[in-house]
């Protein structure tokens, strides 16, 4: 049985990537951070109870910033594949907080593949990267694209893409770069703009809410989802050879027109709802981001299969349906929040 770990894997994207590997038979182990709130919604539905014999799931207790917790897992574990994913990663929120967004996301990365050389072991190394690491770098951008961050969080990223290039080529380890451009879904955090932008209209709907305020509509992004994406951060480590890849739907959208499809969805003018508020502006603006696909489409067979219109769809229907049914209080410690081994 293939063992991999996922740091991250309480977040969206480690989420469905637990989901895909279990379902190609992985044993996967998770790490997350030991909190007062240590509940994983997004982990429920594949988790279970450490008595379970044939249980392939395991979550331990770590973090990026501890070096020594990072070797013991990896030597405890020995996994095939490592899964890169933790960060802080809202980009607006990197402004406010730029030393330790460059600690986790930046220096996250480089102790990680430290640990996997100085232990000796041959994990193949999965790093996802950013496309916010273009910045203002022209459309289309591709894996030959000049990196232009405009951020603390472009920044960290950079620093964990080329530290990933860097052991590749200094160590000949199977290390690899996904340079994902924007990918949503209904596990998206409720910070980020798409999922604000829904759960508003979910909430103005059932009339919970007036208003929506957001920062820069003109905004364009190559938006896609998620769990078409860990598809082809798998496939990136079934390759015979280590290559990084921009994984994109290859056409781009506004966050205007994010807006009028979302209230659209529901027989709303967005107009009506959408006001602006400067707070939620960036220093630096990235204006235009479009990633372009070929080269994963040529060499990883990977194409997207949920279209634009139908991932707000997703997400604006997901809202909607958590609003009229809520869940019960997730504030408490679960009994599943074990660690192992």
């Not at 596990?187 to 007036?210: L, P």
């Not at 994109?248 to 959208?253: N, R, Y």
């Not at 372009?292 to 489409?297: T, W």
């Amino acid at each position: 049985m293939r063992k991999a770990i996922i740091t991250g894997i309480a977040g969206q994207d480690g989420s469905y990537l637990a989901e895909l590997l279990l379902d190609k038979g992985y044993e996967v182990h998770g790490v997350i951070r030991r909190s007062s709130t240590a509940a994983n919604p997004r982990l429920d539905a594949i988790y279970q109870d450490p008595q379970v014999d044939d249980k392939r799931l395991f979550l331990h207790y770590g973090d990026q910033l501890d070096t020594s917790r990072m070797m013991q897992l990896l030597s405890s574990v020995q996994p095939d594949e490592f899964y890169n994913l933790a960060a802080q990663s809202h980009v607006r929120v990197s402004f406010d907080i730029p030393e330790s967004t460059v600690d986790v996301t930046g220096m996250g990365a480089l102790r990680v593949l430290e640990a996997i050389r100085l232990l000796g072991l041959e994990t193949r190394f999965y790093q996802a990267s950013s496309s916010e690491m273009f910045g203002s770098t022209n459309p289309p951008q591709n894996e030959l694209s000049v990196l232009h961050p405009r951020s603390p969080y472009a920044c960290a990223k950079v620093l964990a893409h080329h530290c990933t290039i860097n052991y590749r080529e200094s160590y000949d380890m199977f290390a690899v770069s996904g340079i994902l451009f924007n990918h949503e879904s209904p596990r998206r955090g409720e910070t980020f703009v798409t999922r604000k932008i829904t759960r508003a209209v979910a909430a103005i709907v059932e009339g919970h809410q007036e208003a929506l305020y957001l920062g820069n509509l003109d905004a364009k992004r190559d938006w896609g989802f998620a769990g078409d994406y860990v598809e082809a951060m798998w496939r990136m480590l079934q390759a015979d050879t280590p290559e990084d890849f921009v994984i994109a739907t290859g056409e781009a959208h506004s966050v205007q027109e994010f807006c009028e499809l979302a209230f659209s969805h529901v027989g709303l003018n967005w107009q009506d709802y959408v006001k602006y508020d400067a707070r939620y502006e960036r220093p630096a603006e990235v204006d235009y981001l479009l990633g372009d696909p070929s080269k994963a489409k040529e060499k990883l067979g990977w194409e997207p299969q949920v279209s634009f219109p139908e991932l707000v769809a997703m997400m604006v229907d997901s809202d909607l349906a958590a609003l009229r049914n809520p869940v019960v209080d997730l504030t408490t410690e679960p009994e599943h929040a074990h660690t192992h081994p």
